[in-house]
């Protein structure tokens, strides 16, 4: 099929985008890379009356590394953030998620807060910030301000944003000695969204896990943050007793949703491997 007609803005600054999306209400939708929605346009299931490319505005894009933090542009692309040194250094965890992200085609033009602002439940980013413990930055007219990961993503394709605000940056803090990252997931094919994944975040010091964290994707309409599971692991080694333990608790929390392609038992399942595997990657 293809979309609906509809106007078309680039505006160059962001007060311009603000008075665009004040001025249209939602008949309006912004525009990044476009490789959510103009498949969405094309598929008919958005009707805008006009797009606000908002790939002209400056200063949305680039990574910069801070005393305490990591700063990643709403309009960084995908391939910039697999590419990136910093990323590699000094979030391992996002540098093995985004080689999971559909294609190299698409890498090329999606971007970091346009995969954020449409919270798909089984995306890596969502997962990634909240395991990271990320703030996303949000700014509309005149205002800005700053919401956990964690309390951004609030249902199926539902975040903390508020009609007329732009998703600007996500900000990741930089983790102390001894942590290690593991992003893993299970697709159909290589490229596909996850089945279930999981962003795993942990310091592991004179052979105990301490402060992990634990963000399942695909499992449910969110991304899951898998506390007695975390708790399960605290202070110990990651041996086959832990794991095990771990795993028992993760069925006690994790409330899985189906799919087209799973049922909730079976993306219980896959979950429970996924954690099997993290942590024993993790103390590899
Ligand atoms: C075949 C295929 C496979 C894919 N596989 C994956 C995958 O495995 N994992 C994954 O994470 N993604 C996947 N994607 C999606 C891809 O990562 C998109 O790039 C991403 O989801 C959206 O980024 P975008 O810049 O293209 O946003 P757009 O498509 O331009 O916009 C997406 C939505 O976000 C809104 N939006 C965009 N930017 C902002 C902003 N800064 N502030 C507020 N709202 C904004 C738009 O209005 C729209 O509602 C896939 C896409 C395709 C076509």
């Not at 990741?172 to 994944?197: H, M, N, Q, T, W």
Request: glycine fraction near 10%; charge should be positive; proline fraction near 5%.
């Amino acid at each position: 099929m293809k979309a609906p007609s509809f106007s078309y803005i680039k505006p160059g600054s962001l007060n311009d985008v603000f008075a665009l999306l004040e001025r249209h209400g939602d008949r309006a939708r912004v525009l990044a890379g476009g490789q959510s929605l103009l498949a969405s346009l094309n598929l008919r299931l958005s009707t805008p009356e006009l797009l606000v490319d908002i790939t002209g505005v400056p200063d949305l894009a680039g990574i910069t590394v801070s005393g305490k933090s990591v700063r990643i542009g709403a309009l960084t692309t995908h391939r910039q953030i697999e590419r990136s040194p910093d990323i590699a250094q000094h979030l391992p965890l996002l540098a093995q998620a985004v080689r999971h992200v559909a294609h190299v085609a698409i890498r090329n033009v999606g971007t970091f807060g346009g995969s954020i602002a449409l919270a798909d439940p089984a995306a890596e980013y969502p997962a990634c910030a909240v395991a990271l413990e990320a703030t996303i930055v949000l700014a509309g007219r005149g205002a800005e301000r700053r919401v956990k990961a964690r309390e951004f993503f609030r249902g199926l394709y539902e975040t903390a944003l508020r009609p007329g605000e732009l998703v600007i940056a996500g900000e990741f803090p930089l983790s102390g000695d001894g942590y290690r990252s593991v992003f893993l997931e299970l697709a159909r094919r290589r490229g596909d969204y996850a089945i279930v994944g999981l962003a795993a975040h942990a310091r592991l010091s004179g052979g105990r896990i301490s402060d992990a964290r634990l963000a399942f994707l695909g499992a449910a309409s969110t991304p899951v943050l898998a506390l007695r599971a975390a708790a399960a692991l605290e202070g110990r080694p990651p041996d086959a007793q832990t794991i095990a333990a771990a795993q028992a608790a993760l069925g006690n929390e994790l409330e899985t949703s189906a799919d087209l392609y799973c049922s909730r038992a079976t993306k219980l399942h896959l979950a429970r491997v996924l954690l099997g595997r993290a942590l024993g990657a993790l103390s590899a």
